[in-house]
T-cell receptor
């Protein structure tokens, strides 16, 4: 049981290039999330998905796109990379958040460190 | 606008003593709170959580306290160990309307020295 895996671990992009950050989970979670963490800041939600074929924007979606064709995979696409997208990107997954009183947590991958120069 | 705030960027504690990490929130709709621990070059790992229907939750050396009227929660680690040195993130969720989205604080770097 690998949990949440992310590839690549590191990447340097030139301004204007594009790339896809891969995320896969093997826990059969319906909910998946992409966050970015800038230095000295908390994690901010980019996009999330509540199941295959269903995605929605988070707090900071500009410059990114996602798709969810399977339960396991939730890739994040960067088009026309900009220096402001230099960050560490984390993918997470969870079961349905449930109702009041039920326990709930998100499981995180190890992150992708992206530098845009 | 930061809905979850961790006002102390760092905390230094001697091994064996208590570590107290604090977190404040502004959204009264938050009904679930979590603490995550993060080592360098790794993803955050879940530590402990508390629902808004409780005011305390304990798991071994870790206890989370929730004061809803003050919109404040704290994480107590007793006794602190050098392996606890990490960044601790407080997170909150309004599970009913935000589908489990987590709002994170900026984190507190805990250093436990021998």
């Amino acid at each position: 049981n690998a949990g949440v895996t992310q590839t690549p671990k590191f990447r340097i992009l030139k301004i204007g290039q594009s790339m896809t950050l891969q995320c896969t989970q093997d826990m059969n979670h319906n909910y998946m999330y992409w966050y970015r963490q800038d230095p000295g800041m908390g994690l901010k939600l980019i996009y999330y998905s509540v199941g295959a074929g269903i995605t929605d924007k988070g707090e900071v979606p500009n410059g990114y796109n996602v798709s969810r064709s399977t339960t396991e995979d939730f890739p994040l696409r960067l088009e026309l990379a900009a220096p402001s997208q230099t960050s560490v990107y984390f993918c997470a997954s969870s079961y349905f958040p449930g109702v009041a009183g039920a326990s709930y947590e998100q499981y995180f991958g190890p992150g992708t460190r992206l530098t845009v120069t | 606008d930061q809905q979850v705030k961790q006002n102390s960027p760092s905390l230094s504690v001697q091994e064996g003593r208590i570590s107290i990490l604090n977190c404040d929130y502004t959204n009264s709709m938050f009904d679930y709170f979590l603490w995550y621990k993060k080592y360098p070059a790794e993803g955050p790992t879940f530590l402990i959580s508390i629902s808004s229907i409780k005011d305390k939750n304990e798991d071994g050396r870790f206890t989370v306290f929730l004061n809803k009227s003050a919109k404040h929660l704290s994480l107590h680690i007793v006794p602190s160990q050098p392996g606890d040195s990490a960044v601790y993130f407080c997170a909150a969720s309004d599970r009913g309307s935000t589908l489990g989205r987590l709002y994170f604080g900026r984190g507190t770097q805990l250093t436990v020295w021998p």
